[in-house]
């Protein structure tokens, strides 16, 4: 490690912008557009014993989910297997056998009774005798489910597990595990960076890209069963004639694979697509309105899964306009959703420069009080932090705090912050560190994945959202690498106990190579990434000090946008004196929302996790963290090691050549490349910003930075990806 270290710095000192890889074209290499479902042969030891028990395979039931299922098979086994290996329209033994309830014979009661637990998503697999025969079972109460289970023995056999003996069931934790998508109607992907838009609007109804299937086969393969297909700063348009034809169709394409539509609507639409003169929530011709469309949808989608809702957010119009809180504005959606078992996702991400109240606290405020008067198919849907998908938050004290309320997780798969796709950044350790996060709320071990799991508080409904990292761009997520978060994410909904870093080496292995040690080395990348990236961003809680408006590149100067709390020095408060937010009792009292324990501890700078230190307190440069070191010196250190942890990654990478895909390691290198130029730009502009307040010098063996720090200010990006 030592040695790689020493490289690295060395490596450092030729690093410059310059384009590394002018000229090596790649035809016809592997793209990554497979995903994780590439089903390239097994190593031929694994191959020989995974077709002693399946020699071909047959599956029960004709419906379209049925056929999915057939032609996954028919993609995968062969190809796997590297054999011509074929479907059988009979039981026979040694087979792959999927079945669906109503296909089970009556004498299998102990299969049936199994499944009599396992509800319209969960699946068994399972080797062992059926009707006599020795065969490789998938079973499932649903063909969804049995589709779930086909897609879930595909990954063992990717991943190489033994098929000898295996019996396992399993059933999806949360029930609506949906992707957002941020994606306007002429294909603009707000916060997209990889490409346009999937959705071809202008085509549809008529043209059916593969693309849809592959899009629907992906998220089915990790259990993904709802797709939200519009910006939540929704075009009221998407609710006109016109384009409920074209989400008809798409919704038509989605429903062999399980996954349902969802719309963001537009609060307004009423007045601004329905030429009404209000859309009060209390007007009945609102309402009436309102109950009309959502007939005229489910004419067209009968198992559309309902709205999602940004009001009285940045701008977005909802029920305050009139006086209404988000509860009557959601509860008259939900009226109307509810005889069609539609559900209403309304989002908590609100905040207002008018009131007097510091941002982060004020979802808190404004939910807490609706706790238990919403609508039973309501759902209240929560960012993971408090104030907005920052590369390192504290969990939202929402999550506990409204026992007769189903929360529902908002995660961002997509990189806003975190680095615009072409940063290596594994979210599974994010998402990982906030499922398990403690809220103390009955005691310890009330972790936030039980509380959206409704264990902790019995929801009728549970739900995670995850906005989509996803575009036009032939590897779906502009950084082959980011695929990864998408899959971590499905796995996440479905199994929040699951560990970041077996997602990692299972997504590793089922997408860029199978080589032991290259797998353990990805791995390992993955495991630090995000970690790396928060030091070179936002080390110790510090948060929101990027660049205005299109949050590209570090902008710790910003000071002059509308509003307070869109500002850089709004949130990191440094100063002669210190750096850091206190959001102790002294300070805005930010922690009194969390339970206790936690509060106490949050509220003293001694207890509060070092890495969320300045994100709850404002510290003198040069307090003594627990090592000893300053707080200035701690800083520093990160910044700098944020940075050079990028450069021992691109050397890491680069001696995987030759055990990646060609194009793949390319993409990958040319993308370290631009992190690495972009971790030391954040690194010289913070600690540059920061010193003139610090007025101390840099930790002893540390070189000052290059750059100088007005031209990083007047640095401009006029046309940077993804604004909203
Ligand atoms: O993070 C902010 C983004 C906006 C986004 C908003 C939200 C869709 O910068 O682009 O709008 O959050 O979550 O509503």
């Not at 399972?126 to 595909?154: E, I, W």
């Not at 693309?211 to 075009?235: E, W």
Request: net charge negative.
């Amino acid at each position: 490690m030592m040695r790689l270290f020493r490289h690295a710095l060395l490596l450092c000192l030729f690093c410059s912008a310059t384009p590394a890889f002018a000229g090596d074209a790649i035809i016809g290499g592997d793209t990554g557009y497979r995903l994780w479902l590439k089903y390239d042969a097994l190593p031929e030891i694994q191959r020989r014993n995974y077709l002693k028990s399946i020699k071909s395979w047959y599956v029960a039931g004709n419906s379209d989910t049925h056929k999915v299922i057939r032609t996954e098979l028919e993609a995968a086994l062969p190809s796997l297997l590297a054999s011509d290996i074929k479907e059988h329209t009979q039981l026979r033994k040694q087979q792959l056998v999927v079945l669906t309830r109503d296909q089970i014979a009556a004498s299998e009661t102990e299969l049936l009774t199994t499944l009599n637990n396992l509800g319209d998503e969960g699946y068994v697999l399972r080797q062992g005798r059926y009707q006599g025969r020795s065969v490789m079972l998938v079973a499932a109460n649903t063909p969804v489910a049995a589709l779930y289970g086909t897609y879930a023995l595909l990954r063992e056999m990717q991943t190489g597990t033994p098929l000898n003996g295996l019996a396992t069931h399993s059933t999806p934790a949360l029930q609506l595990r949906v992707l957002n998508h941020w994606d306007d109607l002429d294909r603009h992907v707000e916060r997209g960076f990889a490409g346009e838009s999937l959705w071809d609007w202008h085509k549809l109804p008529v043209y059916e890209y593969q693309r849809y299937h592959d899009y629907a086969r992906a998220n089915a393969s990790i259990g993904i069963n709802g797709t939200v297909l519009n910006n939540v700063n929704a075009d009221p348009l998407i609710l006109s004639p016109l384009y409920l034809e074209k989400v008809e169709a798409l919704a038509d394409t989605f429903r062999p694979y399980g996954l349902r539509v969802y719309l963001s609507v537009k609060f307004n639409s009423p007045q601004s697509l329905g030429g009404l003169d209000t859309a009060d929530p209390f007007d009945p011709r609102v309402e009436a309105w309102w109950k009309d469309k959502v007939a005229d949808i489910y004419q067209r989608i009968p198992d559309f899964g309902g709205f999602l809702v940004k009001a009285n957010s940045e701008g977005q119009p909802g029920p305050g306009d009139y006086g209404r809180s988000h509860a009557d504005g959601a509860n008259m959606l939900a009226r109307v959703l509810a005889p069609h078992n539609g559900v209403v996702m309304w989002r908590a991400f609100v905040y207002a420069n008018e009131k007097n109240e510091e941002r982060s606290k004020q979802a808190y405020s404004e939910f807490t009080p609706l706790d238990g008067k919403f609508e039973p198919n309501v759902l209240v849907q929560v960012k993971n932090g408090p104030i907005d998908f920052q590369p390192r938050e504290p969990f939202s004290p929402l999550f506990g705090a409204m026992p007769n309320t189903p929360l529902m997780m908002e995660f961002q798969i997509t990189m806003e912050y975190l680095g615009f796709s072409t940063h290596w950044v594994y979210l599974g350790t994010l998402f990982e560190e906030v499922l398990d996060a403690d809220t103390y709320i009955k005691g310890p071990g009330s972790t936030v994945a039980k509380v959206i799991d409704g264990q902790l508080h019995d929801y009728p409904i549970t739900g995670m959202a995850g906005v989509a990292n996803i575009g036009t761009d032939p590897n779906w997520t502009g950084h082959p690498i980011l695929q990864s978060n998408w899959f971590a994410y499905g796995r996440f909904a479905w199994d929040p106990t699951l560990s970041a870093e077996s997602i990692a080496q299972n997504w590793t292995r089922m997408s860029l190579t199978r080589e032991p040690a290259a797998v353990d080395e990805i791995v390992d990348m993955m495991m630090q990434s995000r970690e790396t990236t928060v030091s070179y961003m936002t080390p110790l809680g510090l948060h929101h000090i990027m660049g205005a408006d299109h949050h590209y590149g570090p902008a710790p100067w910003v000071d002059f946008l509308g509003r307070d709390d869109w500002n850089s020095v709004y949130y990191h408060r440094a100063d002669t004196d210190g750096i850091g937010f206190d959001r102790s009792p002294s300070g805005v009292d930010a922690v009194s929302q969390y339970a206790s324990p936690l509060r106490e501890e949050l509220s003293k700078p001694e207890t509060t996790p070092e890495p969320l230190l300045l994100w709850f307190h404002h510290l003198p440069w040069d307090y003594t963290l627990a090592d000893g070191r300053t707080l200035w010196d701690a800083l520093v250190q990160h910044y700098y090691q944020g940075a050079d942890d990028v450069a021992e990654m691109t050397q890491r990478w680069a001696a995987l050549k030759g055990q990646i895909s060609p194009l793949i390691h390319k993409q990958v290198s040319m993308s370290l490349q631009i992190q690495l130029n972009e971790a030391r730009w954040w690194r010289d502009a913070c600690v540059l910003y920061f010193q003139q307040y610090s007025g101390m010098p840099l930790p002893k063996g540390l070189a000052a930075p290059q750059a100088d720090l007005d031209t990083l200010k007047q640095k401009q990006f006029p046309h940077a990806p993804g604004q909203g």
